[in-house]
């Protein structure tokens, strides 16, 4: 059966992500940031978390694992590359391991760029993509850690995926995206479809997110940058903006 995603709204823009195999009963959660609102939702719902999947360090991402922890049993998967910075982490994985839930395998991709050990997890049979803050509808994170460079590279990695693929961010940017897009790609008629409809959903108070490897394609300019300097002076302009 296909997974359960849910999507929980934490801090001022995080979305924090609880998937469920209801074949094998198993719940994992993604870079929850804070535990009350993941702990709540679980509870509500009568599912147990089994498992903490991180993308990388930084607190709006790790800052509920110990509370899921001892309220839930769970243990943490997290990117080995920032082991001393994760550490409530019980498992720590790289480029090419699996990672499972259920009958459910993901591939874990190093994507640093935003930090220099990010980690991303592809569930490629589901079709369902959690980059962390490396990708987000019509953005990308910022470089804190790492370079253009990398950040192009995670974007082709990501442009190669099926179009259909759902792509679940961990936080709700897009509509300062789309405005920076629209002056980055003047000529683009999908942005410009796109950021009326952004505009729409968030005048409405509702997400916009998960988006799609496709949608992504069609109006992302860090995807469509052409080269590492396209990459780079957008990044550089929307750091800006
Ligand atoms: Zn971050
Ligand atoms: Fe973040």
């Not at 198993?26 to 709540?40: C, H, K, R, S, Y």
């Not at 599912?47 to 922890?69: E, F, L, M, V, Y």
């Not at 693929?165 to 709700?172: D, I, M, P, R």
Request: proline share 5%; charged share 20%.
């Amino acid at each position: 059966m296909a997974l359960d995603i849910v999507r929980i709204p934490a801090f001022s823009d995080n979305y924090i992500w609880l998937v469920h195999d209801a074949d094998s009963g198993e719940t994992m959660v993604v870079d929850p940031g804070d535990a009350a609102p993941v702990i709540a939702e679980a509870d509500r719902r009568g599912w147990t978390i089994s498992a903490i999947w991180n993308t990388h360090w930084h607190p709006d991402h790790i800052g509920g694992n110990q509370a899921i922890k001892d309220a839930h049993g769970a243990s943490v998967i997290a990117p080995a590359a920032e082991a001393a910075k994760i550490p409530s982490a019980d498992r720590l994985v790289a480029e090419g391991d699996t990672v499972k839930l259920g009958a459910h395998v993901a591939t874990v991709l190093e994507t640093p760029a935003h930090t220099g050990g990010h980690i991303s997890y592809h569930f490629d049979q589901d079709a369902a993509l959690f980059p962390g803050d490396t990708l987000f509808a019509m953005g990308c994170g910022r470089l804190f850690e790492g370079n253009a460079e990398q950040m192009y590279a995670a974007m082709q990695r990501f442009a190669a995926m099926p179009p259909e693929t759902q792509v679940y961010c961990a936080h709700e940017y897009t509509l300062s995206n789309a405005r920076y897009a629209r002056v980055a790609e003047p000529e683009n008629a999908a942005i410009a479809k796109r950021l009326a409809a952004v505009e729409a959903l968030r005048a409405a108070g509702e997400a916009t997110v998960p988006t799609s490897i496709g949608e992504e394609r069609a109006t992302n300019p860090f995807m469509r940058a052409a080269s590492v300097a396209e990459l780079a002076e957008r990044r550089a302009a929307k750091d800006a903006f």
